[in-house]
């Protein structure tokens, strides 16, 4: 095996492992560490919901037979309501999602080394040259990139990661036959992903059901384990103990049985990234974050990010005299801010909006939906403030002001709350 590489890529989750597709489809040597067996490989794919839409499908060349089911709607309850907006979906297998990307990757050319845990990074000069891995195995390379997720042991030895442990989202889910997906009394799930904002189900989260086909569906919740999923948990009550509960008072799940093997756990982070980058270093997907902050979709983000990481290592690699400077890496932080993640902070505050406001803010919402156009809501996933400014109400200000002061470092004016709220919305204009 050759211990000299163009690009090493820890991780081979969605991120590391298209970083690598792309790479090796350009002609470069690259090599993904990945922690798992091969054999057991993706043991541990249980990191995500994977509800996505065609246009990553599209963009990224995967395969139909990697879905479950499409989907044809978003439904979104609250607690006495719901509003269905009209988006075409794909609710995938995500084992085989993350088996087909490693078996492309490899047909283009990536080496893949299974059973390698990665542990720090090699430097010389202040420069990173390589990874260390499984004790005191070693591999360099001119390019090392980070798709580890939120354990970014690269990451954080190089101060490139600084995830917040009040800013973690924790999730539980279950396959299940036997859901009922058109139940009397609530929206027809029928093709459909579901998102329920409701504290009494998922405290500073959301719960959801997507229909995988028939009478099947996932469904499960999460919420950030912060002090607003503490002002309104129940004493001793665990992530599993509120999706039971849901299961046990929701009658669209009376005569559901859950799939044998078919239990995930997964976490997140939901904040603004560090610096993302420094010499001959990127972090990419979940090592950031680069979760969706909005709907926690983190499929399509992690493989636009990864995207972007092969878009830099090429431009830095290609020229007669490389250059994989920290400044060459800057172009990384630009392609995440424009094309990756545009409006990051905006999307934040309506992340505050949608998992910190009272259930009753959650009826409301389901009407503004309904009282808005189609387009309202993907508009405000795309960071619009003027969409987002549809869905905002007076009494919103205070919480949403607090948010950007204590959480995004945003300096408003102080005293006068109408103030504060006019240099809020300015500034989300400019972002």
């Known amino acids: ?49 994977a509800g996505t839409f065609p246009s990553m499908m599209a963009s990224f060349s995967v395969p139909n037979e990697v879905v479950m089911n499409f989907t044809d709607t978003v439904v979104l309850e609250s607690p006495n309501d719901y509003t269905v907006q009209e988006q075409a979906g794909a609710v995938l297998e995500f084992a085989d999602f993350k088996r087909f990307l490693v078996r492309d990757g490899r047909e283009r050319g990536a080496d893949y080394r299974f059973d390698a845990r990665v542990s720090a990074p090699i430097t010389e000069g202040g420069d990173v040259v390589g990874v260390e891995f499984n004790g005191d195995e070693q591999v360099f ?19 490139v990661s600084d995830l917040e442990r009040e800013r973690q989202a924790i999730g539980i889910e279950y396959e299940f036959e ?53 002002d309104r948990a129940r004493e001793g009550m665990t992530v599993d103990d509120y999706l039971e509960y849901w299961l046990d008072t929701d009658p669209r799940f009376e005569t559901a049985t859950k799939l044998e093997g078919k239990q995930h756990r997964g976490s997140a982070h939901i904040q603004h990234p560090g610096t993302l980058y420094t010499d001959s270093f990127m972090a990419v997907g979940d090592t950031v ?127 006068s709350p109408r103030a504060a709220a006019s240099a809020l919305y300015s500034a989300l204009l400019g972002r």
């Open 1 to 49: 095996m050759d211990d000299r590489y163009d690009v090493v890529v820890a991780g081979a989750g969605p991120a590391g492992a298209q970083c690598a597709r792309d790479l090796a489809g350009r002609d470069y040597d690259v090599l993904v560490l990945e922690t798992e067996s091969e054999e057991e490989f993706p043991r541990q794919s249980n990191k995500s919901t």
């Open 141 to 159: 390379a001119d390019i090392v990139v980070d798709a580890t997720g939120p354990s970014a042991p690269l990451a954080r030895e190089l101060g």
């Open 178 to 230: 036997g859901v009922s997906v058109d139940h009397p009394g609530y929206a027809d799930l029928t093709d459909a992903m579901m998102l329920r904002l409701d504290h009494d189900l998922a405290p500073g989260g959301y719960s959801w059901i997507f229909h995988t086909g028939e009478d099947t569906a996932k469904v499960g919740l999460c919420y950030i384990q912060n002090e607003y999923h503490s």
């Open 289 to 415: 974050p680069t979760v969706d902050p909005l709907w926690g979709e983190g499929i399509r983000k992690g493989m636009k990010s990864a995207r972007a990481a092969a878009v830099t290592a090429d431009a830095a690699l290609t020229p007669r005299e490389p250059d994989t400077s920290a400044e060459a890496m800057s172009t990384y932080a630009d392609l995440w801010h424009s094309e990756v993640a545009p409006k990051a902070r905006a999307r934040l505050l309506m992340t505050e909006l949608l998992y910190y406001a009272p259930n009753e803010r959650y009826d409301r919402l389901m009407a503004d939906l309904d009282a808005t156009d189609q387009d309202t809501l993907a508009e405000v996933n795309g960071g619009n403030p003027l969409a987002m400014r549809k869905l905002l109400h007076l009494s919103d200000l205070p919480m949403l002001v607090d948010f950007a002061r204590e959480r995004l470092d945003y300096h408003l004016p102080t005293g």
